[in-house]
T-cell receptor, first 115, second 114 residues
């Protein structure tokens, strides 16, 4: 069965540095998402992406964050000037459709540790 | 804003027994979707079961079924004949019709006792 893949599985970065988290969504999916989960807290929506543009973003997704689909397969989340509070598990997800209860398929996540 | 609450941080059940995980939610929308996702240790979240709010019939998927009480805004997951492979973190989630984002609960860690 097709899967969403995320790399790396664990990223350690110094505070203030930029980090790029990578995701390969399921190939025929059209909608892409990033979520994050701070340790011990809820999984939170960050952003959704369709047709090469952001379709919705949460208040967490400020100017520090950006997303990109640089080619036909990858979907990236860039965090500029990382802060300690950015330490979290980041999940990528994709779906074929949206808004009608179509399930989102999740990757294994990238654990981001900011030192 | 919508919220999802899972009041049981941890649950355990004897193998082959039945367990019910609780979830309550709040949304101002009349049309929405509810999900249970399972996350085994160090593995990706996978969909267990889905319920459309406009359907009165409770969804079932093999050993997994839900008790959807729309008026009470309750969406519990029942796992029958529990197996060792059911051990995981279980997340309840909600999305409104026409909206993309999932709103998650804090999760319930389920342990299966052999």
């Amino acid at each position: 069965e097709p899967e969403v893949t995320q790399t790396p599985s664990h990223q350690v970065t110094q505070m203030g540095q930029e980090v790029i988290l990578r995701c390969v969504p399921i190939s025929n999916h059209l909608y892409f998402y990033w979520y994050r989960q701070i340790l011990g807290q809820k999984v939170e929506f960050l952003v959704s992406f369709y047709n090469n543009e952001i379709s919705e973003k949460s208040e967490i997704f400020d100017d520090q964050f950006s997303v990109e689909r640089p080619d036909g397969s990858n979907f990236t989340l860039k965090i500029r000037s990382t802060k300690l509070e950015d330490s979290a598990m980041y999940f990528c997800a994709s779906s074929f459709r949206t808004g009608d209860g179509q399930p989102q398929h999740f990757g294994d996540g990238t654990r981001l540790s900011i030192l | 804003a919508q919220t999802v609450t899972q009041s049981q941080p941890e649950m355990s059940v004897q193998e082959a027994e039945t367990v019910t995980l609780s979830c309550t939610y709040d949304t101002s929308e009349s049309d929405y979707y509810l999900f249970w996702y399972k996350q085994p240790p160090s593995r990706q979240m996978i969909l267990v079961i889905r319920q459309e709010a406009y359907k009165q019939q409770n969804a079932t998927e093999n050993r997994f079924s839900v008790n959807f009480q729309k008026a009470a805004k309750s969406f519990s997951l029942k796992i029958s004949d529990s197996q060792l492979g059911d051990a995981a973190m279980y997340f309840c989630a909600l999305s409104n019709f026409g909206n993309e984002k999932l709103t998650f609960g804090t999760g319930t860690r389920l342990t299966i006792i052999p």
